[in-house]
């Protein structure tokens, strides 16, 4: 059943986005996201839709994976996109009944929030596609080092946010093992009133958490034996590095905002 | 007829997206009732899958299974899955994470109280089993998590012993376990299909137990079964083997280097005791 998820797959192929260095695009990508809420007309979410067409042709990812990635999230988009239409006010009104109605504003909104999130689950997409979880870790602990300053204890957490993308793929195994096991013991997962249903993960969820602690433990000793004594003064495997590309990615993200902007104001 | 059938069967994981993996293949694989089959191959060749499919926990891609009297296509609901699943036991490798109750007895009693057994008959079948097994009435009170490895490893068996199938599928069951554990959980298994006429499928990279316990052995290589047969006919022909990355069982491997040496077998010996009995009358005669 989870081997069906492919949201946030990575994919391995080479191409000029998966070679740039995490940090440049995690930063950007995030940055995309707050960028798509500032454009208010057709013609600036028509340039963000043509940046963003653009980075997924240099990702080489076939689009039949963006695809994936959205299909899960289409039925929140639609509620959403119709609670739009349905509650909001303004302009030529084509239908109302009590406090719904349909008006051309309403339909203009729709149509934003639709186009939002789907640029914004696009450029997402683009990042955990290219992007190997480790790297993302190394990204994050990156870039939060100047917290070390307010003594948030950076390493730590860099430590176990790439422990626990290590285990995820693990635990849904170690998952999937146990279900299999507990069925094949007579306990049906899929039928039964609700009470039943929840009553029926208990025989998963002491195994799962007592199988997690024993690997935690395992994992702590074996962290030890190998000498590890803490995050400070560790020298680093993966080194990040900062390449002309990474640059250019930059500066054409400050063009795509001044190219929006521009739109805005005309 | 056999009682286990499935008849040209294909599965893939996850068909039509990308990542879509074809893991068996024209599977064609029967077994008669109260035998004893051993299904090998090295990682990754599709055993496990192929017992999943013989316990209704997935549905073939193509083709048909048949357990017993039941029937499952590719079309099949969820229902029909599970009417499988009655006559079948699995122990899965390192079973012991599988348990979860509070008491050894409680958790053993688990798989009968699903199938619709009462309380006090349930607890009757789990303390039979725990006898079964080898374990003594002082564990039905303990929790589960305070026992040893193997004891676990036991209570676990134990666990699908007490589903009572007609048919047992054991996926690497002494796997982590010493060699005394492993000697009494084989002998236990031969006993239950000897005396009960329980049908048994091993899955096992252990040679050695194959010889001395299978009637019938299956090779699985790339999600095909490549061969079939007797396990005489197996171990024979070594070079075979070896080219597919499987391993013989060291006194097959004597026989051999004492063929090649010119010594004639009428019958070529899988286990310690076939050999030893054939070599014996001749070193005598040679004195």
């Given at each position: 059943m989870f081997t069906k998820v492919i949201f946030g797959r990575y994919v391995p192929i080479d191409s000029i986005i998966h070679r740039l260095d995490p940090r440049s695009k995690l930063i950007l990508s995030l940055y995309f996201i707050v960028l798509v809420f500032f454009a208010t007309n057709w013609q600036s979410y028509a340039f963000l839709g043509a940046a963003t067409l653009g980075t997924i042709i240099l990702t080489k990812v076939p689009l039949k994976f963006f695809w994936e990635g959205i299909r899960p999230l289409i039925f929140i988009i639609i509620l959403t996109v119709l609670l739009q239409i349905i509650f909001s006010a303004g302009g030529t009104t084509y239908w109302h009944w009590g406090i719904f109605s349909i008006t051309s504003g309403g339909l203009i909104n729709g149509i934003y929030v639709f186009l939002r999130f789907f640029l914004i689950i696009c450029m997402s997409t683009v990042l955990t596609l290219t992007t190997t979880p480790?790297?993302?870790?190394?990204?994050?602990?990156?870039?939060?080092?100047?917290?070390?300053?307010?003594?948030?204890?950076?390493?730590?957490?860099?430590?176990?946010?790439?422990?626990?993308?290590?285990?995820?793929?693990?635990?849904?195994?170690?998952?999937?093992?146990?279900?299999?096991?507990?069925?094949?013991?007579?306990?049906?997962?899929?039928?039964?009133?609700?009470?039943?249903?929840?009553?029926?993960?208990?025989?998963?969820?002491?195994?799962?958490?007592?199988?997690?602690?024993?690997?935690?433990?395992?994992?702590?000793?074996?962290m030890e034996s190998r000498g590890y004594r803490g995050g400070d003064n560790r020298s680093k495997f993966r080194i990040l590095k900062w390449r002309h590309a990474d640059t250019l990615a930059c500066m054409c993200m400050v063009a795509v905002t001044a190219g929006l902007f521009l739109l805005k104001i005309l | 007829m056999g009682q286990i059938e499935i008849t040209n069967v294909d599965y893939k994981y996850q068909p039509d997206t990308p990542f879509e993996s074809i893991a068996l293949q024209e599977i064609n694989f029967a077994v008669e009732q109260g035998t004893y089959t051993a299904v090998i191959g090295h990682t990754g060749s599709g055993k496990s899958t192929l017992i999943q499919l013989i316990d209704g926990l997935i549905k073939p891609t193509t083709g048909e299974v048949t357990v017993v009297d039941k029937h499952v296509t590719p079309d099949s609901s969820g229902k029909e899955l599970d009417q499988l699943r009655k006559n079948v036991g699995i122990v899965f490798q390192f079973p012991e994470s599988q348990l979860f109750e509070e008491t050894v007895i409680k958790d053993i009693a688990f798989g009968p109280k699903n199938f619709g057994k009462s309380d006090t008959e349930a607890n009757e079948i789990a303390s039979r089993a725990m006898k079964l097994v080898g374990?003594?009435?002082?564990?039905?009170?303990?929790?589960?998590?305070?026992?040893?490895?193997?004891?676990?490893?036991?209570?676990?068996?134990?666990?699908?012993?007490?589903?009572?199938?007609?048919?047992?599928?054991?996926?690497?069951?002494?796997?982590?376990?010493?060699?005394?554990?492993?000697?009494?959980?084989?002998?236990?298994?031969?006993?239950?299909?000897?005396?009960?006429?329980?049908?048994?499928?091993?899955?096992?990279?252990?040679?050695?137990?194959?010889?001395?316990?299978?009637?019938?052995?299956?090779?699985?290589?790339?999600?095909?079964?490549?061969?079939?047969?007797?396990?005489?006919?197996?171990?024979?022909?070594?070079?075979?083997?070896?080219?597919?990355?499987?391993?013989?069982?060291?006194?097959?491997?004597?026989?051999?280097?004492?063929?090649?040496?010119?010594?004639?077998?009428?019958?070529?010996?899988?286990?310690?005791?076939?050999?030893?009995?054939?070599?014996?009358?001749?070193?005598?005669?040679?004195?």
């Open positions: 480790l790297l993302i870790a190394d990204a994050v602990e990156s870039l939060m080092k100047p917290l070390l300053k307010i003594k948030v204890p950076v390493y730590e957490i860099a430590l176990m946010l790439s422990i626990a993308l290590r285990f995820i793929p693990t635990l849904m195994d170690e998952t999937q093992k146990i279900m299999n096991a507990q069925r094949a013991r007579g306990v049906n997962f899929s039928s039964g009133s609700l009470l039943k249903r929840v009553k029926s993960i208990v025989p998963i969820l002491i195994p799962l958490f007592i199988s997690a602690f024993n690997r935690a433990e395992d994992l702590a000793t074996a | 374990l003594s009435d002082d564990f039905a009170e303990k929790s589960p998590f305070d026992l040893s490895g193997g004891q676990m490893r036991r209570v676990a068996i134990a666990g699908v012993l007490a589903l009572e199938p007609d048919i047992l599928i054991l996926d690497e069951p002494t796997a982590g376990l010493d060699a005394a554990g492993q000697e009494q959980i084989m002998t236990l298994f031969k006993e239950l299909n000897v005396e009960h006429g329980i049908t048994i499928i091993l899955v096992t990279h252990n040679m050695e137990d194959v010889a001395k316990y299978a009637d019938q052995v299956y090779v699985l290589n790339h999600g095909k079964i490549v061969k079939s047969g007797g396990s005489r006919e197996i171990f024979a022909d070594q070079q075979w083997l070896n080219d597919n990355y499987l391993t013989v069982p060291v006194t097959t491997r004597i026989a051999q280097k004492l063929i090649n040496k010119g010594y004639h077998f009428d019958e070529f010996p899988l286990t310690v005791e076939e050999l030893s009995a054939k070599l014996l009358p001749n070193l005598k005669g040679e004195k």
